[in-house]
């Protein structure tokens, strides 16, 4: 049964898995909105020609990326270094130039912009729709934010009102948030100098499959990248996928680098890494048949651990609301009758409930140590090196246990 076209290459695709009816992940609502909260059918596919893991159905972008987005980058002092590191890389290797312009898509609150501010010979232009994290970002010293949805229409205003192309153009976390990826990669040909490069940094579909992280499927992420799919998506617009590198954060990321066809060879790495990517069987259906079933044991296995424990008694709560929590509480039946509360460090998400029907609360994390819980599930499980480093003392002291979700359940002091 045919169900949808494939989105990058129209080729017809069926999903592989059917989530059911999803809220937008970081749609955290008032408890006066509830009724008022979009679902959306979730069904994800891989096509069979291009390799593109993608969602079948996607909420409109204006109803994601909005000036009320919940997600500030900033929030991680882990990842403002990640970012700093990679900035530093790249001053590094364009240090000759005179002067280069960096473009950013999907800029956020200005986390790794902003080490390009106030340096003369760099020129950095940030692309982000969401208003909200986009303003911020000003008080970054990001000075030119352009508060708008990336796409090859756009290149050809940045070019004339800037009067010059591109040496860097980064996409972090963001090019599986656009829907329209043929118009991102049109855009880049267009935008980057000839000796220039465009970077970008997704979740790795290869992590995701051989861990089982399935919570990074959500409405805002209609793609998970594989090199494979992004070797012929970039293909086909005279961009070519020459290096890259994985690394762990967001629980497993690629970060790959592209240059105008023929101005650099592919390196031993990236060819490895594609073959380890077809050794995994990415390109294969069969692959997505299993990885249906340890989703729903994944989810089963984590609803049983929360109802036992409540049913014994035990006050559960979540530390951390990530987006990527809105898929694993929702598909695993968790709901305020389990989790009592779930603290958070985002003004935006404090106070309001998680999307869907499981109204559990969010509040501020300031509070977390005023409350006895006996669990605590650690949601953005990507962040337990930052968070137990904060809160560990405090939880062994109370005998406070926790639950890490992902990749695989863990239950410690
Ligand atoms: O792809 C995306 C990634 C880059 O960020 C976006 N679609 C949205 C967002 O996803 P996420 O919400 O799953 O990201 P994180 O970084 O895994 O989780 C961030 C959440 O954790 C925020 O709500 C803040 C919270 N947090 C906290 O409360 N205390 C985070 C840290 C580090 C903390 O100490
Ligand atoms: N780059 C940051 C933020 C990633 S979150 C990081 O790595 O943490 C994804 C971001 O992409 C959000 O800020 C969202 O508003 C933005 N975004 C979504 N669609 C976009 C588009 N079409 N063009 C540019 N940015 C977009």
Same mark, same amino acid.
């Given at each position: ?14 999903? +592989? ?10 749609? +955290? ?5 509830? $009724? ?16 593109? +893991? ?29 970012? !700093?590191?990679? /900035? ?21 609150? *200005? ?14 232009? *940030? ?36 009067? /010059? ?12 948030? @656009?829907?329209?990826? $043929? ?7 267009? &935008?980057?100098?000839?000796? *220039? &490069? ?10 995701? @499959?051989?861990?089982?992280? %399935? ?50 060879? !592919? ?13 995994? *069987? ?5 692959? %997505? ?9 994944? /989810?089963?296995?984590? #609803? ?9 008694? =035990? ?14 509480? $929702?598909?695993? !039946? ?29 509040? /501020?994390?300031?509070?977390? !140590?005023?409350?006895?819980?006996? #669990? ?33 359940? =863990?239950?410690?002091?």
């Amino acid at each position: 049964m045919v169900i949808g076209k494939c989105r990058l290459c129209n080729n017809s695709i069926k999903p +592989f898995i059917d989530f059911g009816k999803m809220p937008i992940a970081n749609a +955290f609502y008032f408890k006066k909105d509830y $009724n008022k909260q979009y679902y959306f059918d979730m069904k994800v596919a891989s096509c069979s020609r291009c390799y593109c +893991f993608q969602l079948v159905n996607i909420p409109d972008p204006k109803l994601m990326f909005h000036e009320n987005y919940a997600y500030f980058a900033s929030t991680s002092k882990f990842m403002q270094i990640h970012w !700093r590191k990679l /900035s530093d890389k790249i001053k590094k290797k364009f240090k000759d130039n005179k002067h280069n312009t960096i473009i950013e898509i999907g800029s956020n609150d *200005g986390i790794f912009l902003k080490n390009f501010s106030n340096i003369k010979k760099w020129t950095a232009i *940030g692309v982000e729709p969401s208003k909200n994290v986009a303003k911020f970002s000003k008080f970054q010293g990001v000075k030119n934010v352009i508060v708008d949805f990336f796409n090859y229409e756009l290149t050809n205003k940045i070019i004339s009102k800037f009067k /010059s192309k591109a040496d860097v153009v980064i996409s972090t976390n963001t090019m599986h948030h @656009i829907e329209n990826t $043929n118009s991102v990669f049109k855009g880049v040909k267009n &935008i980057l100098n000839m000796k *220039g &490069i465009f970077i970008t940094e997704d979740p790795s579909l290869f992590e995701m @499959i051989k861990k089982n992280t %399935y919570d990074q499927i959500y409405a805002e992420h209609m793609y998970i990248w594989s090199a494979i799919s992004l070797d012929i998506i970039s293909k086909k617009h005279g961009l070519f996928l020459y290096d890259l590198e994985n690394n762990t954060v967001h629980g497993g990321c690629t970060r790959y680098y592209f240059c105008h066809r023929g101005h650099f060879k !592919r390196t031993k790495r990236c060819n490895n890494f594609i073959t380890k990517e077809k050794k995994l *069987g990415l390109d294969k259906a069969v692959t %997505y048949k299993k990885f249906r079933e340890k989703i729903i044991n994944h /989810s089963n296995k984590i #609803y049983k651990i929360v109802y036992d424990l409540s049913n014994k008694g =035990k006050k559960i709560c979540g530390y951390t609301a990530p987006a990527k929590s809105t898929t694993l509480i $929702n598909f695993s !039946r968790l709901n305020a009758n389990l989790i009592d509360k779930v603290f958070d460090n985002t003004k935006a998400k404090i106070g309001k409930n998680y999307p869907g029907k499981n109204k559990i609360p969010v509040k /501020s994390s300031e509070d977390f !140590r005023k409350e006895k819980c006996d #669990y605590v599930i650690l949601f953005a499980w990507n962040h337990k090196k930052e968070i137990l480093k904060k809160e560990r003392s405090f939880t062994k002291k109370k005998s406070i246990k926790w639950i890490i979700p992902m990749p695989k359940i =863990k239950i410690f002091k």
